[in-house]
């Protein structure tokens, strides 16, 4: 049998040594160098054994079904061995073993979980103070470390501006390229964001967009958008950017009725075209399943008509107008413009964005855009950490 002590591609630091597990009905208590006490049930570790049998090796997933194994599998032995690792034997003769610092970073022990909530990224909300991080393009290309701190950031903060980069159409693929696949929708690998006559949305207009988040059409937004500047002559068209979350928990303290409806009441988001029909039916708010803010998904101009029952329809448009009156306070907004060779990268799901009208006529204006989605970004960071 293999000896495996954990099949994971990521290293586990030894926090602290294994000094003594007892064997108790249901669990084994794992004793710490560090005083800590953790115990693990029987069907869990069993459900974790990472031996060859149980785990195959090349793809380092579990072969395992726990249903496999009697319910009441009972531990015959346990003891730390020469390595420091967990050794078990159970009653029908298998034997786990376990690394102690994988063993520690999935201890379920009450302080264990307090402190790895503790020591998960925090969202950090910002308002119109926020100092912008910034990034260089060339560093972000060449430096994987200034590529994980911008992607950190992405994930944080939840808004990005780089600088430095090439304005030649297309150039954008390079750069979203380096952190993973773009997401494709019907408006293209990459879209344009210019002024045009047969506009099939108001972003392809000169006229100003409210804060909003793209393709609220969709089950799943687009986790993160860029927009990168190739020209910029026309006067107007600033961006403007509001924390989405920050917003969300401001309403939260400041009119729970109000915050109770945009997380209950589905809205629907529509976007259609001569060849397509996209149509969601979603909350504006979601929350994860801690009761957190995890979504913003907004776009009036992509909205349409409320479908509530009578009693509710008073109750959302008092919900909805305060929602799009906060987003428009200057407390929460940041507001730059782009110039050539700049762009925004943000998280779709939390950052509203917005652009003020432009004048056509003053001159050009040409912004590309494109998406990638948030599991890329956390994958991509994981991996660089490794
Ligand atoms: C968009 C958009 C912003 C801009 O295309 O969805 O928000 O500055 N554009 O043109
Ligand atoms: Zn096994
Ligand atoms: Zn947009």
Known sequence: MNTAAFADYRRYPLISALTAAQVLPDRVQVHWADARLSPFHHQWLRDNCPCAECVYSVTREQVLEIVDVAEDIDCHEARIDDHGCLSLTWSDGHRSRFDPGWLRAHAYDQQSREERRANKAQSRLWD??????????????????????????????????VRGAPTEPGSLALIARRIS?????????????QSKADADSNAYTAFN?????????????????????????AVGGESIFVDGFAIADALRRENPEA??????????????????????????????????????????????????????????????RRFIAMTREARFQVIRRLDPGQL?????????????????ASGA???????????????????LER
């Not at 260089?136 to 501006?161: E, F, I, N």
């Not at 696949?181 to 964001?193: A, D, K, T």
């Open 344 to 360: 925004w990268c943000f998280d779709n799901r939390r950052t509203l964005h917005a652009r003020n009208a432009f004048d056509p």
């Open 259 to 320: 915050f109770r409806a945009l997380c209950e009441i589905p809205v629907e988001f529509r976007n259609k075209d001569r060849h397509s029909d996209y149509r969601c039916l979603a909350p504006i708010i979601a929350l994860d399943a801690q009761g957190q803010v995890a979504e913003i998904r907004m776009a009036n101009f992509l909205r349409g008509p409320f479908d509530t029952s009578v009693e509710q329809m008073p109750v959302l448009y008092r919900a909805y």
């Open 209 to 233: 967009l409210p804060l909003h988040s793209d393709l609220p059409t969709r089950e799943l937004q687009p986790g993160l958008q860029f927009l990168h500047c190739l020209v910029n002559d």
């Open 128 to 161: 119109s103070n926020l100092q912008l991080p910034v990034f260089d393009y060339q560093a972000l290309m060449d430096d994987p470390t200034v590529l994980l701190a911008w992607l950190r950031a992405l994930r944080d903060t939840g808004l990005t501006q």
């Open 181 to 193: 696949f773009i997401r494709e929708s019907n408006f293209g690998v990459l879209f344009n964001v």
């Open 365 to 383: 204006r040409h912004f590309q855009g494109c998406y990638i989605d948030r599991d890329e970004l956390l994958s991509r960071i994981l991996v």
